[in-house]
């Protein structure tokens, strides 16, 4: 059993499950805390604006995937750019004080979104059915972010 997750079709499900299982307690969990913290403490018109503009790429990638999977490949490295970029921004450097628990959440949120993307562009061969099958569950699973993000 051990030699068979190590590599082959069972390691890519159960890497697939733990992220989708791991996302959505993740996802439940800031719409949770952001409901019992009432209004943000500040807009961030930029996350909600980049989310939507990034499902959109994301969409466009899974349904073009199986035509031209060089436009996935280039979305998923955008996806994790623009992850690293959320990140650093909410955190605010020092600049801004400790994030409440809701934005804890969501930049948590936004690292497992960049581990799946991750995992997507480097473990699965681009083009193959399970590449193209990942690139549809980042983009569901983003789009629930994205709704997530909107609807403060």
Same mark, same amino acid.
Request: charged letters at 15%.
């Given at each position: 059993m051990r030699r068979a997750l190590r590599s082959g079709p069972r390691r890519e499900v159960v890497l697939a499950a733990a992220w989708a299982v791991l996302f959505t307690l993740l996802l439940a969990l800031r719409v949770v805390l952001q409901r019992a913290e009432g209004s943000p403490a500040a807009p961030r018109e930029w996350l909600q604006l980049g989310a939507v503009a990034l499902s959109v790429l994301l969409v466009l990638a899974a349904g073009?995937?199986? %035509? #031209?999977?060089? =436009?996935?490949?280039?979305?998923?490295? +955008?996806?994790?750019?623009? !992850?690293? &970029?959320?990140?650093?921004? $909410?955190?605010?450097?020092?600049?801004?004080?400790?994030?409440? %628990? #809701?934005?804890? =959440?969501?930049?948590?949120?936004?690292? +497992?979104?960049?581990?799946? !993307?991750? &995992?997507?562009?480097?473990? $699965?061969?681009?083009?193959?059915?399970?590449?193209?099958?990942?690139?549809?569950?980042?983009?569901?699973?983003?789009?629930?972010?994205?709704?997530?993000?909107v609807a403060r």
């Open positions: 073009l995937g199986s %035509r #031209a999977p060089v =436009v996935g490949r280039v979305v998923l490295r +955008v996806e994790q750019a623009a !992850a690293f &970029v959320a990140i650093t921004r $909410l955190l605010g450097l020092g600049a801004h004080p400790d994030p409440g %628990r #809701a934005e804890q =959440v969501l930049i948590a949120l936004v690292g +497992v979104h960049a581990v799946g !993307a991750i &995992v997507v562009s480097d473990e $699965l061969s681009t083009g193959t059915p399970p590449w193209r099958m990942g690139l549809w569950a980042l983009a569901l699973s983003f789009g629930m972010l994205t709704i997530s993000l």
